[in-house]
């Protein structure tokens, strides 16, 4: 089930603001957005997540839109290190789990 | 505080043989699932467990098994190996009803199957 859409590639020069968009249409009510990435082969590392509200940490931005059919992952400034495959997630609450299904997400290329 | 632990990192095995991939969570976690990814793939959900009780199950094969044992480590029991089951195989683990129930994921076991 495509529960997400992204784009395929991304670049960002060093030091711009990156903004990662994602398609959620299909989002249910009780559904949380979570973003992860993936830097070559390692483990998918968390940044984000939320429901309603645009949220913020030390790694990075979520906006959601106000009809949660969509999101954007923003990482201020951008460093070389912020190369990877970055995976926007619906998690899908079972009654004892939740799943995560991974989409294609989005490579992105941060430029010198 | 220590992250997700798992062994080995890397395991060769022959076609037909059997494998054994742990996974160990971080601490109070109770939740633990298992995903594989293979070349140029996305990770795909294989199985998790709950509190020692499976709870939901994605698409593991047949030849594969896993259970969570009384201190929360898991295992994935992998028969049978077909040379299609090389794959990068990521366990994570998560507190069940914590703040967004955010999964953390261990390095990776990488299984190559000859």
């Known amino acids: 089930d495509a529960k997400t859409t992204q784009p395929t590639s991304m670049d960002c020069a060093e030091g711009r603001a990156a903004n990662l968009p994602c398609n959620h249409s299909?989002?249910?009510?009780?559904?949380?957005v979570y973003w992860y990435r993936q830097i070559h082969s390692q483990g998918p590392q968390y940044i984000i997540h939320?429901?309603?509200n645009n949220e913020t940490n030390e790694m990075a931005s979520l906006i959601i839109t106000e009809d949660r059919k969509s999101s954007t992952l923003i990482l201020p400034h951008a460093t070389l290190r912020d190369t990877a495959v970055y995976y926007c997630?619906?998690?899908?609450?079972?009654?004892?789990?939740?799943?995560?299904?991974f989409g294609t997400g989005t490579s992105l290329t941060v430029i010198p | 505080a220590a992250g997700v632990i798992q062994s080995p990192r890397h395991l060769i095995k022959e076609k037909r043989e059997t494998a054994t991939l742990k996974c160990y969570p971080i601490?109070?976690?109770?939740?633990v699932y298992w995903y594989q990814q293979g070349p140029g793939q996305d990770p795909q959900f294989l199985i998790s467990?709950?509190?020692?009780?499976?709870?939901d199950k994605g698409s593991i094969p047949d030849r594969f098994s896993a259970q969570q044992f009384s201190d929360y480590h898991s295992e994935l029991n992998m028969s049978s190996l077909e040379l299609g089951d090389s794959a990068l195989y990521f366990c994570?683990?998560?507190?069940?009803?914590?703040?967004?129930?955010?999964?953390?994921f261990g390095p990776g076991t990488r299984l190559t199957v000859l």
């Open positions: 994570a683990s998560s507190f069940f009803g914590g703040p967004g129930d955010t999964q953390y």
């Open positions: 299909t989002i249910s009510g009780n559904e949380y």
């Open positions: 939320g429901l309603k």
């Open positions: 997630i619906v998690r899908v609450e079972m009654n004892t789990g939740n799943q995560f299904y």
């Open positions: 601490s109070r976690h109770d939740t």
């Open positions: 467990f709950y509190e020692k009780m499976q709870s």
